[in-house]
């Protein structure tokens, strides 16, 4: 019998990105405290009146990629009480990833030590593929021709599911000069195979500390905000490299069985109590 759209039970997928976690709580340029940012990250999280599924991390969990770095970031997601699955950005060391999270067997399903952090994971109705682009010691990404045949295989295991997958770097750009210049390379090379598979609900993202959305492969791409500082958003081609202490924010990603799947932008912290439209008579409160 087919479900109805209210019997049928959704998922919640939380996007967060861009941590730059630092050890001991250091300030990132001498001013942002990424470490508390997180913390709030996660304080609003628990506070949904829904709380997620999973969550995932696409890149950038710390700053300078050191064990202390990770194992202080990995004291501060022990807050959280659901599944975390984690990817490395352009900030991150993958071997030193692996040592201080050597119990997230998924991190070692492609290889171990300093090989790419590739993997495909079941998560309720929905496949989730981290494909890790990043270049050792390098602030843009690089898609790897070699890599693909591994990601065509992980989309073919199970084409009917839907599928978010999800890499650091944007493969698109995104007018913001400074980070287009360490932005991914070869992404039409990615874009070919993402249009072969259209069980591809959306391209998760990070780098960018912002909500930008595009069409990509006919599906849709997207980076989310970060829960700390956010770039500055300058158009100009020769902007300056600058960061601005904007809201903070995460993604919501609600899968549906009947309606699909829908984006949220959540806002970090506590906005005050919610309030109702209408009075205990039904009436719009004028």
């Known amino acids: 019998?087919?479900?109805?759209?209210?019997?049928?039970?959704?998922?919640?997928?939380?996007?967060?990105?861009?941590?730059?976690?630092?050890?001991?709580?250091?300030?990132?340029?001498?001013?942002?405290?990424?470490?508390?940012?997180?913390?709030?990250?996660?304080?609003?999280?628990?506070?949904?009146?829904?709380?997620?599924?999973?969550?995932?991390?696409?890149?950038?969990?710390?700053?300078?990629?050191?064990?202390?770095?990770?194992?202080?970031?990995?004291?501060?997601?022990?807050?959280?009480?659901?599944?975390?699955?984690?990817?490395?950005?352009?900030?991150?060391?993958?071997?030193?990833l692996r040592r201080v999270f050597a119990d997230h067997a998924y991190l070692f399903a492609a290889g171990d030590g300093d090989s790419p952090v590739h993997y495909r994971i079941d998560a309720g109705p929905l496949t989730l593929i981290a494909f890790d682009c990043t270049v050792p010691r390098h602030s843009g990404g690089r898609v790897d021709p070699d890599a693909l045949p591994w990601l065509e295989a992980a989309l073919a295991v199970a084409p009917e599911r839907p599928t978010l997958l999800m890499l650091h770097h944007p493969p698109f750009h995104t007018g913001i000069g400074h980070m287009d210049q360490q932005g991914l390379e070869n992404a039409a090379l990615l874009e070919a195979v993402v249009r072969r598979h259209p069980q591809i609900e959306r391209v998760l993202c990070g780098h960018l500390h912002r909500h930008i959305t595009r069409r990509f492969g006919g599906t849709i791409a997207m980076t989310a905000p970060g829960p700390a500082h956010q770039v500055a958003l300058d158009l100009d081609p020769q902007a300056a490299s600058r960061f601005r202490m904007e809201p903070p924010g995460f993604l919501l990603h609600w899968w549906h069985p009947v309606h699909g799947l829908v984006t949220h932008a959540a806002p970090i912290g506590d906005h005050g109590p919610v309030y109702p439209f209408f009075d205990e008579g039904g009436r719009l409160i004028d």
């Open 1 to 96: 019998m087919m479900q109805t759209a209210s019997q049928a039970t959704p998922y919640l997928v939380a996007h967060i990105t861009d941590l730059h976690i630092k050890a001991g709580g250091k300030l990132s340029y001498r001013r942002v405290d990424t470490a508390d940012a997180l913390r709030q990250c996660i304080d609003t999280l628990l506070a949904l009146p829904q709380r997620p599924d999973i969550a995932v991390v696409t890149g950038d969990l710390v700053d300078f990629g050191s064990e202390d770095e990770y194992r202080f970031l990995r004291g501060i997601l022990e807050a959280l009480p659901i599944p975390v699955r984690l990817m490395p950005g352009n900030h991150d060391s993958r071997d030193a």
